[in-house]
């Protein structure tokens, strides 16, 4: 079947570092994948997706490569700010599938 | 553009009581719908999907129902809450293909007591 795992939260950092949350997908097919991430109180918020291996999606300084022979969707930023805090979640989508895969979500704490 | 609304966005309803969720979507024509919820701390969890008026599928079994009475509107009820019910409800619409992006309402913090 489809899953996606991410990094067990929470993380926390301090402003300027560096940020990796992991995310590894088992998907039938091809699938495109997506970073979603939700601001305290919000709904989610499509944050960037990539379609095919090799692309890479970037938004707000965030960037993920679609790494098709490690299946993984890594989430990073070179140098995160506190208005980063909130909670992330990685998603795949099968072509054809009427739903979107979850990740249980990685919460992140960003200190000043 | 797309928009999707909630309403309300808070509520605090008694056990025992009934429950009207409301989920609309402007500037599109026949969207895929999606309710979630979210426990405190928790991740998402797919309560239900409709692909169309009067179609309804349920991912869960519980005491919570849907119904898309016309095309870009789509209701979270129930007829007696719990108190596990309360939590984040989250209203989606899926871009059609060829990547199925999701969109995401506001959502509705339900607080049973």
């Known amino acids: 079947g489809n899953s996606v795992t991410q990094m067990e939260g929470p993380v926390t950092l301090s402003e300027e570092a560096f940020l990796t949350i992991n995310c590894t997908y088992t998907a039938t097919g091809y699938p495109s994948l997506f970073w979603y991430v939700q601001y305290p109180g919000e709904g989610l918020q499509l944050l960037l997706k990539?379609?095919?291996?090799?692309d890479k999606g970037s938004n707000k300084g965030f960037e993920a490569t679609y790494r098709k022979e490690t299946t993984s969707f890594h989430l990073e930023k070179g140098s995160v700010q506190v208005s980063d805090s909130a909670v992330y979640f990685c998603?795949?989508?099968?072509?054809?599938?009427?739903?979107?895969?979850f990740g249980q979500g990685t919460r992140l704490t960003i200190n000043p | 553009s797309q928009t999707i609304h909630q309403w309300p966005a808070t509520l605090v309803q008694p056990v025992g009581s009934p429950l009207s969720l409301e989920c609309t979507v402007e500037g599109t024509s026949n969207p895929n719908l999606y309710w979630y919820r979210q426990a405190a701390g928790r991740g998402l969890q797919l309560l239900f999907y409709s692909v169309g008026i009067g179609q309804i599928s349920s991912e869960v079994p519980q005491n919570l129902s849907a119904s898309r009475p016309q095309d870009r509107q789509f209701i979270l009820s129930s007829k007696k809450l719990l108190l596990s019910d309360s939590g984040f409800y989250l209203c989606?619409?899926?871009?059609?293909?060829?990547?199925?992006?999701?969109?995401f309402g506001p959502g509705t913090r339900l607080t049973v007591l």
């Open positions: 990539a379609t095919k291996a090799d």
């Open positions: 998603a795949l989508s099968i072509q054809g599938a009427q739903k979107l895969v």
């Open positions: 989606a619409w899926i871009r059609g293909t060829p990547y199925n992006e999701q969109f």
